[in-house]
């Protein structure tokens, strides 16, 4: 039985799964990275197929026990890159 690799993941999808994992709605994860609650729905859903979660509660526990996020300082620079400030 191999390892089981860990999906890529874009930098976007990177930074809606931290201001997840911060416990940010959807609409503030819109304001902060400057599109539409929709366009983060989506994203959210990519994100689960392809990690294999259901919610964002069990997409949060997935990426932190399976270290896919960053410390909160390394977070909150990467989403504030995302977001070119």
């Given at each position: 039985?191999?390892?089981?690799?860990?999906p890529r993941l874009s930098p976007k999808e990177l930074a809606i799964i931290t201001c997840i994992t911060q416990g940010k709605r959807n609409?503030?994860?819109?304001?902060?990275?400057?599109?539409?609650?929709?366009?983060?729905?989506?994203?959210?859903?990519?994100?689960?197929?392809?990690?294999?979660?259901?919610?964002?509660?069990?997409?949060?526990?997935?990426?932190?026990?399976?270290?896919?996020?960053?410390?909160?300082?390394?977070?909150?620079?990467?989403?504030?890159?995302?977001?070119?400030?």
């Amino acid at each position: 039985m191999s390892p089981r690799t860990q999906p890529r993941l874009s930098p976007k999808e990177l930074a809606i799964i931290t201001c997840i994992t911060q416990g940010k709605r959807n609409k503030e994860i819109a304001f902060q990275l400057g599109t539409t609650e929709q366009v983060i729905k989506n994203y959210l859903r990519k994100i689960y197929d392809k990690l294999g979660v259901s919610d964002r509660l069990e997409l949060a526990l997935y990426c932190l026990h399976n270290k896919i996020i960053q410390t909160d300082a390394d977070e909150e620079l990467m989403v504030q890159k995302m977001v070119g400030r």
